[in-house]
């Protein structure tokens, strides 16, 4: 018998390179299904379909390991790769789905016990962690399955043969009745892509994460972009944004050579701005993908756009500066000093710059909006907000003090609306306005209260840490600003337990803090698959954390992050502590007295 992981951690996932068009004579049918790639290449180097049930030989690991990817491709063919590794005598006891009902079970893979067994056969028993379900519209629902373990026994092919074992190579016996997929599979044989679909109010474009085999050839990338697009957002998203009309289908399949593409819909409607917003989500959809774009509404022609034009014409995210630094040193929001980057006064007058715990100052147009947790007596806070050009010099106070408050955040707008935020007070979510007037946001989560929260860069996708565990959520505004109302949370698996703060990283990714057996740090994505450990040393529990979220419309310095642990604060990019030197605008100590440290670090952007 032995125990050993099955599969170390992954690199993170390449880009897929953009590719031609699909020609224009086509095998491929005018309903939009269309048919399987001729054959299998490589993408940037990864492979992209797995190895054939043959290609480990008698190595039980390795075939194991190549099991557990033979779902991976394209939906149409997934029963047909899995089943060749199954003996044929076995094989019935997998019920085969066909269509939109084929769905991958993913796992993250622990442990694997290999035990020889008296008739030749070797059982294999696999810990896992359910991650989710892949659907064959790219998506990764949430899991279905309970199972922490899987087991299944191995035999040789050669039995009864007169092949040899390492030729023949090996079967399976009793094969689980799911289409398993591992997690480090998903990141080897898939592309994980971003398409955009409106915000409820329609003013900017809320990502939505899905996957792509590598299997499919790159002509037929844009067909299956359109077709993620007309099949609508993943139901955690539904709430806070909008979809295509209703009926929208896909007249023929999207088509392209030499650069240009051509895409051909049967969408109700002739408003006109419509049509031309559909043609920016299309643009940032297909990611960088290059050339012209001749959109068709039931066979009349738009005029042909140029897909980068358009993207520069109308950024993702309202962010046009780099970030700055700021950190609380002794009751005040000070800046922090790091060669190489932008550092600034802060934008909050004296007067009010006092009292500090914590803080998130946000740029909105020509305006500085400021948020910030301040005492209030003893062990009491209270949330303090304002909004104008820098400084900001008046504040309101919120009526109510609270026993803790988080870091709040602002919801990030394209328009001159009044602004909002969030704020987790002695456990409870609540929205604010500019006025520090506190509204209480009803969740459908569990009895344990909320910890923590954090908002996307587009204002409309929120994380929330609430009993030790992370959420995503939609948010939805109404047409007036006034309200916030959160979409049902998503809870997100991640290996790390106890989690205790979050940020976002990326657009489609979330740094959090947490416990791998000692405290530690890990990047994971916005569905939970993908994760990354960032720091496994970290020493003591996070209790504050903040990332300069990388997006698409400005290429800045990616990764970047500051978190707070034991009274200490820290950065990324190089990792170092942030030493009190590193604080501007402060009187030094008298000789022989210890300088404060900074605390609850953030970035201004």
């Known amino acids: 018998m032995k125990a050993r992981p099955l599969l170390g951690a992954f690199g993170a996932a390449l880009l897929l390179s953009a590719g031609c068009g699909i020609p224009a004579r086509s095998d491929v049918r005018v309903d939009g299904k269309a048919g399987t790639a001729t054959e299998a290449g490589s993408v940037n180097g990864r492979r992209s379909e797995p190895p054939s049930r043959t290609a480990s030989g008698s190595d039980t690991e390795a075939f194991v390991r190549n099991f557990l990817s033979a779902a991976a491709g394209e939906p149409d063919r997934a029963y047909e790769r899995v089943t060749q590794f199954i003996a044929p005598e076995h094989k019935s006891r997998l019920q085969v789905k066909k269509g939109s009902e084929v769905a991958l079970t993913v796992v993250r893979l622990g442990d694997t016990v290999f035990t020889l067994n008296s008739d030749s056969t070797t059982t294999v028993k696999i810990a896992v962690q359910q991650i989710g379900v892949l659907r064959t519209n790219g998506t990764l629902a949430p899991p279905v399955a309970t199972e922490t373990e899987y087991e299944f026994r191995l035999r040789s092919a050669a ?8 030729r023949a190579g090996l079967y399976v016996l009793d094969a689980p009745n799911v289409l398993l997929l591992s997690d480090v599979a998903l990141q080897q044989y898939y592309q994980d892509e971003s398409i955009y679909f409106w915000s409820s109010d329609r003013t900017r474009l809320v990502p939505d994460q899905r996957y792509l085999p590598l299997a499919v050839p790159d002509e037929r990338r844009v067909n299956e972009v359109v077709k993620w697009l007309v099949g609508g957002p993943s139901e955690w998203l539904r709430s806070g944004v909008v979809g295509l009309p209703d009926g929208t289908e896909l007249i023929n399949n999207a088509t392209g050579a030499n650069n240009r593409w051509e895409v051909n819909l049967d969408m109700s409607g ?7 917003q559909l043609v920016t989500q299309l643009a940032w959809s297909l990611g960088d993908l290059p050339g012209e774009l001749e959109l068709k509404i039931r066979n009349n022609s738009q005029p042909v756009q140029n897909l980068n034009e358009r993207r520069v014409a109308v950024p ?19 800046p922090l000093d790091f060669v190489g980057e932008l550092s600034g006064p802060v934008p909050v007058a004296d007067e009010v710059n006092r009292n500090i715990v914590s803080a998130d100052l946000a740029r909105a147009n020509s305006r500085i909006l400021a948020a910030m947790v301040v005492t209030s007596g003893k062990d009491r806070q209270r949330l303090a907000v304002g909004a ?7 504040v309101n106070r919120s009526g109510s003090e609270y026993a803790s408050i988080s870091r709040p955040v602002w919801l990030r707008t394209v328009d001159a609306r009044p602004a909002q935020g969030l704020v987790v007070a002695d456990g409870r979510l609540y929205r604010f306005d500019e006025a520090a007037r506190m509204y209480e946001v009803p969740l459908n989560l569990p009895a344990a209260g909320v910890t923590a929260v954090a908002a996307a860069l587009d204002g409309q996708r929120i994380a929330l840490i609430a009993g030790g565990q992370v959420y995503v959520a939609a948010v939805n505004l109404d047409g007036a600003g006034s309200g916030v109302s959160i979409g049902p949370p998503r809870a997100l698996v991640t290996s790390l337990t106890g989690l205790t703060a979050v940020d976002w990283i990326r657009e489609d990714r979330l740094v959090v803090a947490g416990s791998a057996g000692q405290p530690a740090i890990y990047e994971t994505s916005v569905d939970g698959a ?38 200490v604060a820290y950065r990324s990019s190089p990792f170092e502590r942030i030493e009190p030197n590193r604080v501007r605008d402060i009187t030094p100590p008298p000789a022989g007295v210890r300088p404060s440290n900074p605390s609850a670090p953030f970035f201004l952007y």
Do not use: C, W
């Open 388 to 394: 104008g050009g820098a400084p900001v010099a008046v």
């Open 159 to 166: 039995f009864g043969s007169t092949e040899n074992d390492e």
């Open 530 to 567: 993908l994760e990354t450990p960032l720091r496994t040393d970290v020493g003591a529990k996070v209790n504050h954390l903040a990332a300069y979220p990388s997006n698409r419309s400005v290429r800045t310095p990616s990764g970047a992050y500051m978190y707070e642990a034991n009274r």
């Open 316 to 334: 993702l995210y309202p962010v046009t500066e780099s970030p700055q630094r700021f950190g609380v040193y002794e009751g005040a929001i000070r």
């Open 270 to 276: 002739d408003d006109q701005n419509r049509v031309d």
